[in-house]
């Protein structure tokens, strides 16, 4: 479908078999990106879309994934993008969902709801490509978004400050753990630029300032 890059996470080794697979396209399996985690591999990343079959509120927003393909490629014009898939066997874990701004689902039989992983990472190839997608809104100017890594640090500052206000009780783990996923998904959907950022970061400065006043910033380094 014309995709290149590709990344791989602490993936097996690979084999013959491997290279049989891929046929024609070797040359992109063999320059594809290897990292040990997760995180490693979003860092400079704006916007990242998980797949998945599961649904439910925890999983936060799920999209048809026309319409989330749709999306991807407008934001891809001027910002880095991911498209996150899961295990063959058993798909994206939950801490995996949580880094994601949004997921996408392909629409199938309720006798059959799962696809293999090259069948799905096919048809949101396909659906990225279609050609109308290209000419979608051209009078819309594409907007740059900070990096996911950038991204991390304000959720670590937000928590922090959310505690100092008593919003999320001392000691209750689960519900700090519901916020900042909400949170995550609510501001990954879309990103922020750095302007943004930049505001986030001084509205959490000054909420900071006037609950300890001459102190070291809550959450800074």
């Given at each position: ?10 993936p ?9 697979f ?5 040359d ?45 490629r ?58 109308d ?57 879309a ?26 910033n809550?959450?800074?380094?």
């Open positions: 479908m014309g995709f290149r890059r590709l990344a791989l996470v602490s097996p080794p690979m084999t013959d078999e491997t290279g049989w891929a046929h024609n396209a070797l992109v399996l063999e320059s594809a990106a290897i990292y040990n985690t997760l995180q490693d591999s979003l860092r400079d990343k704006t916007i990242v879309a998980g797949t998945t079959r599961r649904k439910g509120k925890r999983r936060g927003v799920i999209y048809p994934v026309d319409s989330g393909a749709r999306s991807l407008e934001l891809a014009q001027e910002n880095k993008v991911a498209i996150l898939f899961g295990r063959e066997d058993r798909g994206l874990f939950n801490e995996e969902v949580e880094e994601c701004g949004f997921l996408m689902s392909i629409p199938v039989s309720s006798e059959q709801p799962s696809l293999n992983l090259a069948q799905a990472v096919l048809i949101v190839a396909y659906e990225l490509s279609r050609a997608y290209r000419d979608s809104e051209p009078d819309t100017k594409p907007v740059r978004l900070v990096p996911h890594e950038d991204m991390n640090f304000l959720y670590k500052k937000i928590s922090a400050t959310l505690k100092a206000l008593e919003y999320i009780p001392r000691g209750d783990r689960d519900l700090e753990k519901k916020i900042m996923q909400n949170l995550k998904h609510f501001i990954g959907r990103g922020l630029t750095e302007w943004e950022l930049a505001m986030c970061h001084g509205i959490v400065t000054q909420i900071n300032r006037k609950l300890r006043p001459g102190d070291k809550i959450g800074d380094e």
